[in-house]
């Protein structure tokens, strides 16, 4: 039986690894992050995103670190030898609960950003079927499939936040959001909360980071990434708080509010463009999680086809986008007290206990077979060649010894 191109050993270049690293944070800080930056922090709010991604650099470090110890290995490989079998099991068991919880939570938000501007009497199970099996579909064809269409979504993603803002420029006041730190430093570190939590998704590369060609090119790839999405939340930060000022913490999605005021023509307006550009950043990162959760769930089984998996957890992401929440307030309150706090036991401090473990007992990855291989053929090359070369030598010396004696 011919496998599914979701399990097999698939490589991504560094670029695509840049494009997945963009959607997993600002998939859904596009549009809903100056909300929450402004409930805490009013018109300071922009200022909380670069405290966040130092955390996103912090968890990615980790995940640099991990990776060189343990080289062309996944977290799925390497936790057995770090941890021990009952311990790994637990923490697989825990990363595929977090991923299918937060891919859950990013479903209901798209589904109640549709409900907000387009379809208010729809259900979300209805809005969100269609987002799921295309994600489950992605996520099937495997992470390489998932990469190779950031390379068409994440370019437009960014030239259309840029736009956005370029254009709204003309309207702006930027003594809207003068002075700075206006209430104190305090608010500007707990809003930082937050987009520290958006940031740290960035920790679901531990399962497929040592799939992206390139040891330099990938954690280049990866850091760039972070950095661009930190460009594009301040920028959108920005725009929403020189337009709306302390009021940007009572928009329920301000960068899509920014975008009603850019039209084209003078008569039409770009938001719905807005909507479906973010929509299709979603599926990645949702197609992403999805991903990494089946691999974690699958190798926890000691499955070998992992593909029966797919599908009802695809389910079971549907089903706890619609159950987990009644409405948009519950979401919201969720996001802004518990997943701070839940997003830092899972983004950094159980990652940073497998490697301070790793580190205690020494252990090390070692190098796969194929590589060993390519090594004992370069050893045995060389060998051989090291021995023509003294055999040939102990040729001509003998050679040249029996002219020598013949020589009267």
């Known amino acids: 039986m011919m496998a599914s191109p979701l399990w097999q050993d698939n490589r991504i ?12 944070i600002f998939a859904t800080g596009a549009v809903t992050l100056p909300m929450f930056t402004g409930l805490v922090a009013q018109h300071d ?24 110890r343990f080289p062309g290995q996944s977290l799925t490989e390497y936790c057995q030898a770090v941890v021990g079998p009952w311990l790994a099991r ?29 379809y208010p009497v729809a259900s979300p ?13 992605m996520s099937w064809q495997g992470i390489e499939i998932i990469g190779r269409t950031t390379i068409i979504v994440v370019p437009v993603q960014i030239l259309f936040t840029l736009s956005v803002a370029a ?21 500007v570190l707990r809003a930082s909360l937050i987009p520290a939590a ?18 330099r090119e990938r954690v280049a790839a990866a850091f760039a990434g972070t950095g661009i999405v930190l460009v594009l939340i301040v920028i959108g930060g920005l725009s929403a708080g020189m337009l709306f000022g302390d009021q940007v913490g009572r928009l329920a999605y301000p960068f899509s509010s920014v975008a009603r005021f850019v039209t084209i023509g003078g008569f039409l307006r770009i938001d719905p463009l807005a909507m479906a550009v973010w929509l299709f950043l979603t599926v990645i990162k949702v197609a992403t999680l999805q991903h990494v959760s089946v691999m974690a769930l699958a190798h ?82 060389d060998k051989v060649q090291g021995g023509g070369k003294m055999q040939g030598g102990d040729r001509l010396q003998r050679d040249g010894k029996m002219q020598g004696d013949d020589k009267p």
């Not at 958006?198 to 040891?215: D, T």
């Open 167 to 187: 254009a709204a420029a003309a309207q702006i006041q930027p003594e809207l959001i003068l002075p700075l730190f206006e209430r104190g430093v305090v608010p």
């Open 45 to 68: 709010g922009w200022l909380a995103a670069p405290i966040g991604a130092i955390f996103g650099a912090l968890i990615l470090a980790v995940v640099v670190y991990l990776d060189r």
């Open 125 to 137: 199970l209805v809005l969100g079927t269609p987002l799921v099996l295309l994600t489950t579909y």
């Open 300 to 381: 926890l089984l000691n499955l070998r086809d992992k593909r029966p998996l797919a599908l009802p957890l695809a389910g079971l992401v549907l089903l706890m986008s619609d159950g987990l929440f009644s409405n948009k307030q519950e979401v919201d309150a969720w996001l802004l007290t518990g997943w701070p706090v839940y997003s830092f036991c899972m983004q950094l401090l159980l990652p940073a206990g497998i490697a301070l473990i790793a580190a205690v007992r020494s252990v090390k990855g070692k190098p796969r077979a194929g590589q060993a291989q390519g090594s004992d053929k370069r050893q045995g090359g």
């Open 198 to 215: 958006w940031f740290g998704e960035v920790i679901a590369l531990l399962f497929f980071f040592s799939h992206v060609r390139g040891a």
């Open 13 to 24: 270049t560094p670029l695509e690894l840049a494009g997945i690293v963009i959607s997993l």
């Open 90 to 118: 637990v923490v697989l068991l825990l990363y595929a609960i977090y991923f299918q919880h937060t891919a859950a939570l990013v479903v209901r938000e798209s589904t109640d950003f549709l409900r907000a501007g387009f």
